[in-house]
């Protein structure tokens, strides 16, 4: 049965509905918004002019959204996810979240099998405190190397274990927000962590940076050739050092 919402005599803010859509997708211009959309971006400035949208369109791309929440702007924005890979995240009370585990030893077979939900079910887990309800794919990361380690609070030392939450690729043609983050990299010859200091939307290349100077230069990678982006939420873990 369709539900008539006008009959219903429900006023829909669907201006504040694509507000809220662009700000979690972390899109800096409308312009960039409509392009992500596949639409013109005076169709999107008609949407505003009229409050409507495209429910089947934004649904079609934006899939993490809560349908409800899409028609009525009422309840949670992102619907519960039912993906086996998202349900590798479990929560064991709500201050607390188990998270796979990539250690040192597993990193090179995580490389090909990252996307593999029974490799990645029979990962070990980190359980990690939190102060609010999670969205999205996390993992966990044991570092290894001192490249990210210049003595400074900043510092991510070898050994620590670090919390990533996942950049999906859709936003990647977008500006990514390097200033707010440091990354981990699942490159094709390996994982990295590191700071991203520029990103070249056009030619599709990020420039990444060691805050150790003992690592030489920036350098430059093709996202091409990336096949994962985590933004460093957190140090979970460390080792107390002396």
């Known amino acids: 049965m369709r539900i008539n919402f006008t009959e219903m005599n429900i006023i829909v803010d669907k201006k504040l509905i694509l507000n809220n ?37 934004i649904y079609s791309k934006c899939e993490f959204l809560n349908p409800n929440w899409l028609l009525t702007g009422k309840g ?91 950049v999906k690729k859709e936003l990647w043609c977008y500006k990514l927000h390097f200033n707010q983050w440091f990354f981990v990299i699942n490159h094709v010859n390996g994982l990295l962590i590191k700071q991203i200091v520029a990103h070249n939307v056009e030619e599709g290349t990020i420039t990444c940076h060691s805050l150790n100077p003992n690592y030489g230069e920036d350098f430059t990678l093709n996202l091409n050739e990336v096949r994962e982006l985590y933004n460093v939420i957190k140090i979970t873990e460390r080792i107390l050092r002396f």
């Open 21 to 57: 859509i662009i700000n979690h997708l972390g899109v800096k211009k409308k312009s960039d918004f409509a392009k992500f959309l596949g639409i013109a971006p005076t169709t999107l400035s008609s949407w505003y002019a009229r409050n409507t949208f495209d429910k089947d369109l």
């Open 76 to 166: 949670e924005m992102l619907k519960e996810p039912e993906s086996p890979k998202y349900r590798e995240v479990k929560e064991v009370d709500p201050n607390y979240m188990e998270v796979p585990l990539i250690g040192i030893k597993a990193q090179a077979e995580y490389l090909n099998e990252y996307n593999d939900t029974a490799f990645v079910e029979e990962l070990p887990t980190a359980k990690v405190q939190v102060d609010r309800t999670f969205h999205g794919k996390y993992r966990c990361f044991e570092v290894s190397g001192d490249s990210m380690n210049d003595g400074s609070f900043r510092s991510i030392c070898e050994g620590d274990v670090i919390l990533g939450r996942e």
